[in-house]
């Protein structure tokens, strides 16, 4: 049944960024991934379930994630740096495909006008707010941060920041330097040193 389930996403995905999220219909999904109608609509009842189903699959990737970078990571504050650098590598080039690149645009429109999406997506971004407010709190707590910001309130701007900034990039690259925007999202917080990669 999973299995399926991520034969359709993937189909999706595919065809979302090749054509955009708004130019690929049910029909471009059914024949990318080989499937009827009817398959399709056994587990899926709309295209914007498959849109909350990819952006819910990706965010579940999310704890392993954090714990492997952890687990490379001296203390908290380095752990924030490699994670930051690791966001703008992925999602500023454009990857994964539905949340990466300019098809966030259209994710973000999808987002605002259709309950089924902003469910799935609201508690992705719940659930990486909750991992980056508890990472800023340990990396305080063992004086990797220097900060009166709440760790909730730290999380949440240096969460605007990495958005806005990739908003800028994939609109005016030439104005964003890649490399340098973890830097300038953790100074915006109190974390001064940065030298962690990925």
């Known amino acids: 049944m999973e299995g399926r389930r991520d034969q359709i996403i993937d189909a999706a995905n595919a065809g979302f960024a090749r054509n955009g999220i708004y130019r690929t219909s049910m029909d471009d999904i059914c024949e990318e991934a080989g499937l009827s109608r009817g398959a399709i609509y056994t587990h899926f009842s709309s295209k914007e379930e498959i849109i909350a189903a990819s952006a819910a699959r990706e965010a579940a990737r999310g704890p392993e994630l954090f714990a492997a970078v952890i687990a490379e990571s001296a203390g908290p504050g ?43 997506i609201e508690k992705a971004r719940v659930a990486y707010r909750s991992a980056v407010t508890d990472l800023i709190g340990r990396a305080i707590e063992a004086g990797d941060i220097h900060t ?51």
């Open 78 to 120: 380095e752990a924030l740096e490699r994670l930051m650098h690791l966001y703008t590598e992925l999602l500023m080039e454009g990857q994964p495909p539905l949340i990466g690149g300019r098809r966030v645009f259209e994710l973000y429109a999808e987002e605002f006008d259709s309950p089924v999406v902003r469910e799935g």
């Open 148 to 198: 009166d910001l709440p760790p909730e309130s730290a999380a949440s701007l240096m969460i605007a920041l990495m958005e806005g900034i990739r908003m800028l990039h994939i609109l005016y690259p030439e104005w964003v330097d890649s490399s340098a925007v973890p830097k300038y999202a953790l100074r915006a917080i109190g974390r001064e040193c940065c030298q962690a990669t990925t």
